[in-house]
């Protein structure tokens, strides 16, 4: 978790910022996903934790392209999905917004395996 924060690369789709890190470790799924709220943001642990239940339906329901782009490409990949908005969402929002940061975060992970090849 700490090398995702600190050599991880980030793609930002407002209000959600995904931190992301190619790994060769061995997981159990090719993705890896974790939510996060800032506690300096909400203060009542009601506010962070619904929010972290809607990043995570939001993507529940989202997230079949970037497990297409893995398993075709045999890599593996840690994603942290940081809500960096000061007001409470809406589904709505998380709903629209999530297959956009999806979108960027393949193409940012295509074009470092282009880079790497």
């Known amino acids: 978790m700490d090398q995702l924060f600190t050599v991880g690369k980030s793609v930002s789709v407002f209000p959600v910022k995904a931190m992301f890190n190619e790994t060769d470790a061995v997981l159990d799924f090719p993705v890896k ?3 996060g709220v800032s506690s300096r ?5 009601v506010d962070r934790n619904r929010i972290k239940r809607l990043l995570r339906e939001a993507y529940r329901l989202n997230k079949q392209p970037l497990l297409d782009f893995v398993n075709a490409n045999n890599k593996k990949v840690i994603v942290f999905f ?5 007001t409470l969402p809406d589904f709505e929002t998380l709903q629209n917004k999530i297959p956009l940061l999806i979108d960027k975060l393949i193409k940012q992970l295509n074009e470092n395996s282009a880079t790497n090849n």
Do not use: C
């Open 33 to 35: 996903v974790g939510v």
């Open 41 to 45: 943001n909400f203060k009542k642990a």
């Open 82 to 86: 940081l809500f960096i908005d000061k």
